[in-house]
Each structure stands twice: as structure tokens, then as C-alpha cells.
């Protein structure tokens, strides 16, 4: 999904005579509660003695529905790899923006990050960061992701499960450590 360099979403169109329903409603990344509600009378009496340390930071995952937002998550970039169709042991390409990355990047990140035979991947272009999407045999057993940014990390996910994150100091140190973490991650433990 394209992000702007604040990292705010852009406002999703309902289609023309559908009824005009929030973009966010079903996103586990927004937080859809009012002022109202999180300044309720109940809240207001836990807090009259004075404010609750970390209180507030603790309401915000009141309600999170982890497992929904896992398999979210594990879903959109297995639909990414499907979308893309890569062959075996390739980097398939794929721009969700207008702006892309240079095209001297992207060979970059083919050349750096090296996919076993066995693997397939794609290569999601967003212009200011590029996501390497990664699976083993079979597809959607292992799962990886690697985000080439000015805050490059890698996320791992094993039978829908995840298994590792890891943030790296700049997009150099992330394409350097990323062909290992990425066999190491999407090795079938009957290979």
C-alpha cells in the first residue's frame, strides 16, 4: 500500500452509489475510538487521584485483535507474491506508486540480495523504501520481508507464525545481512 514520506495513509473512494462507510473500518493499524469514548466517566474516576502512569499507553491496545492483524499482514504479502507471479529463484518488480525508486536502486537490491533457486520473490516498489517479499516451497509456509528504508528492518513468519524481526542501522547494513537472513529464514526444515 503506497505511504506518503509522513507515513500517513491516503483515504481509500468508495465506489459511486455505495454507501459512504470509514476507508479505516476493518485496518488494525487505525485507532477508530473518539475523544469521547477514551475520556469515558469510568476513565475520568480511575484518574481523579491524579493521572495513571502509562495508563494511556496501555489503552491503546485495549481490544487489538493480534491474530486478525497477523494474518492481515501474512495474507497482503502472500496476495503481493501471487499478484507478481515470480519464477522460481527470481525477483519479480512491482511499483505501487507513480514515484518509484531509481532504477539504479532496484538493480542494486536484485544484485545484493540473492534468492535461493528454490525460493520466489518480489521486489514491491514504493518509491522512498523497497519491500523484498519472499517465500519457500511450499508457498506461504515461510515468509519473509525485508524493507529497504531509511528504517530498514526484516520480519520472518514460519506456518503463519512470527518468528523474527530484526532493524538494521541503514539500507546498507540491511542488503549486506539480507541473503543470509533470508535462506536462513525460508529453509524448509525438510530440505
Not at 24 to 33: A, F, H, I, L, P
Not at 146 to 164: H, M, N, P, Y
Request: charged letters at 30%; hydrophobic letters at 35%.
Amino acid at each position: 500500500m503506497p505511504s506518503d514520506p509522513e507515513g500517513d495513509e491516503a483515504p481509500e473512494q468508495a465506489p459511486a452509489g455505495d454507501e459512504a462507510k470509514p476507508a479505516v473500518e476493518n485496518r488494525w493499524w487505525v485507532d477508530t475510538g473518539t475523544n469521547k469514548e477514551r475520556r469515558s466517566p469510568a476513565r475520568a474516576e480511575a484518574t481523579e487521584g491524579g493521572p495513571i502512569v502509562g495508563q494511556r499507553f496501555f489503552d491503546v491496545g485495549r481490544g487489538f485483535d493480534q491474530d486478525r492483524a497477523q494474518k492481515q499482514l501474512t495474507d497482503s504479502n502472500l496476495n503481493l507474491i501471487r499478484e507478481a507471479n515470480p519464477s522460481e529463484g527470481q525477483w519479480a518488480y512491482m511499483s505501487l506508486i507513480d514515484d518509484t525508486s531509481s532504477p539504479e536502486r532496484v538493480a542494486k537490491v536484485k544484485r545484493m540480495l540473492r534468492l535461493p533457486k528454490w525460493a520466489r520473490g518480489v521486489l514491491v516498489d514504493s518509491g522512498n523504501s523497497i519491500r523484498a517479499i519472499a517465500t519457500g516451497e511450499p508457498v506461504g509456509e515461510n515468509v519473509v520481508e525485508l524493507t529497504i528504508a531509511s528504517q530498514s528492518s526484516f520480519d520472518a513468519w514460519s506456518g503463519g507464525e512470527w518468528v523474527r524481526e530484526k532493524v538494521f542501522r541503514n539500507r546498507e547494513r540491511a542488503l549486506r545481512e539480507g541473503s543470509r537472513l533470508i535462506v536462513r529464514y525460508l529453509k524448509n526444515r525438510n530440505r
